[in-house]
């Protein structure tokens, strides 16, 4: 089932409404067909697994070329493999899963039932994955699930809604299709529970929309994502893995380096080495000039330019990377490309030096190839900032240390709040992550054990004792 509504949706309008009855008429048929046990639940994760199996290199394809990879799939296929493994899991444990768990001494038992409609809000930078992989835990719960496909990645959503109609009747799986209002009108439809991926900015709307029905939301949002670099680092292994983690996507992952704190003794060596090792990372391995993704959304070019002024503005220097054709200076204010480089917005990557706290870009997510670099004077005084006894950064999903001493290690693990923490990462362990975006709290919000409680209701069943007979009295919901 797809819907395709277009233009603003108050609350009032014909559209609103006719989302908010294909969601009650999804929930009627998950009622009527009753309680799913194992079985169909198993069949219904091994479809969207069978989906994504026979039409992989098509769903690759879709989502490297809208974030501007042109047709080249290498991008996006970990994510899928990610995917594949998360519900080959969940089909493998599902009936444990499921099993009621029987206290005895005369208490409740505890058996696990759907919430039900389950709301999922996609985003543009990992279309396919992001959309798919919380059907892992949804689906595995016995829920049904309706998906808010993203508008800025068009190639994927239209394929993916063409696959659901495909292989899911109407009343399992749903998709929709439509614009940012589309997208802000979903998050109040009458759901059991949403899913959401995106910026921290979105997810505050969505939460303010969301609160308004008492809504449960599961927001995977990532945050500032530091890197520490002590004065005994090594410094060239240091600025390689940063600089990889950086450009590799563009910046536009939440598994990219948001910023760098560095030991104020080792900052022009440390430029220095990023510097070259950005040089190298954009000419390619034969010398050839690399393509990275673009800034799907004009706004959100625009917000990328708009932060390099107002840090500009306020003393901060600006160190541009050497970069291929088809970038744009940010200087210049003006964008490049078209249809054959998979985007009308691609920023020149740089580095920004002298950043402090009254600056914009130190105050959210960059999400895109600028690099803030601050100096501090000590390990210490960055952990501080980043365990928020100073600052007000937001928890990450992502933090990555660089330095020798085993106790400052166990310090920054222990203190930096971070779904994943690193320690003197390579460049082999670049790839740590790759599949669902790791996220807070936790990286397995939706598979897993954890993400089949995460979208089920636990019920208790009590009996009464009567003259030898056992009845059912009364359910207790958690």
């Known amino acids: 089932m797809a819907f395709f509504p277009e233009g603003p949706l108050p609350k009032g309008s014909l559209v609103f409404g006719d989302l908010c009855m294909i969601v009650a008429t999804m929930r009627r048929l998950q009622l009527a067909a009753g309680f799913p046990d194992a079985d169909l639940r198993r069949d219904r994760l091994r479809r969207v697994a069978q989906l994504i199996h026979d039409n992989h290199a098509a769903l690759a394809a879709a989502a490297a070329a809208d974030r501007g990879f042109g047709a080249d799939p290498a991008y996006p296929a970990a994510d899928l493999v990610a995917t594949l493994a998360s519900l080959n899991h969940a089909i493998r444990h599902v009936g444990a899963w499921m099993a009621e ?29 992001l959309a798919l992989a919380p059907l892992a835990g949804i ?46 009108a979903f998050a109040e439809l009458p759901l059991a529970h949403l899913v959401f991926t995106g910026s921290a900015r979105a997810a505050r709307s969505v939460a303010s929309a969301a609160a308004t029905r008492l809504m449960p939301v599961t927001f995977a949002v990532g945050g500032k994502s530091p890197a520490v670099v002590s004065a005994d680092a090594d ?51 034969d010398g050839a000039p690399v393509l990275f993704p673009a800034s799907v959304k004009h706004i959100h070019h625009d917000r990328l330019v708009s932060l390099i002024a107002d840090a500009q503005k306020r003393g901060a220097r600006r160190v541009r990377l050497e970069s291929g054709p088809g970038w744009v200076s940010a200087a210049k204010g003006r964008r490049a490309g078209g249809a054959d480089s998979g985007g009308t917005a691609r920023l020149a990557p740089e580095i920004l030096l002298d950043v402090d706290d009254t600056m914009a870009i130190m105050q959210e997510e960059v999400f895109g190839p600028i690099l803030p670099i601050m100096a501090v004077d000590d390990d210490h005084a960055a952990i501080e900032r980043l365990g928020g006894v100073q600052g007000t950064w937001q928890r990450s999903a992502m933090a990555w240390y660089f330095g020798s001493d085993p106790a400052v290690q166990a310090m920054f693990a222990e203190r930096v709040p971070a779904a994943t923490a690193m320690i003197n990462p390579t460049g082999d362990t670049t790839d740590l992550g790759d599949g669902p975006e790791p996220t807070v709290p936790s990286s397995n919000l939706w598979s897993g054990e954890a993400g089949f409680h995460r979208f089920a209701v636990a019920r208790r069943l009590v009996y009464a004792q009567d003259q030898g007979h056992t009845a059912p009295i009364a359910h207790f919901i958690d």
């Open 235 to 285: 410094i060239d292994a240091a600025a390689r893995f940063i600089m990889t983690a950086k450009l590799r996507h563009g910046g536009q992952s939440s598994r990219a380096v948001d910023h760098v704190l560095v030991a104020r003794s080792r900052l022009d060596a440390f430029v220095a080495a990023a510097c070259d090792h950005a040089a190298r990372i954009l000419c390619g391995a």
């Open 101 to 129: 768990e029987p206290h005895g001494d005369g208490r409740p038992h505890v058996s696990y039932w759907p919430q039900g409609v389950i709301g999922i809000i996609a985003p543009w930078t990992h279309p396919v994955s």
């Open 139 to 184: 689906l595995a719960a016995g829920n049904v699930a309706m998906i808010k496909l993203s508008a800025h990645a068009p190639r994927s959503s239209d394929l993916v809604a063409d696959l659901v109609g495909r292989y899911f009747a109407p009343g399992e799986l749903g998709v929709v299709l439509g614009d940012d209002a589309v997208g802000a």
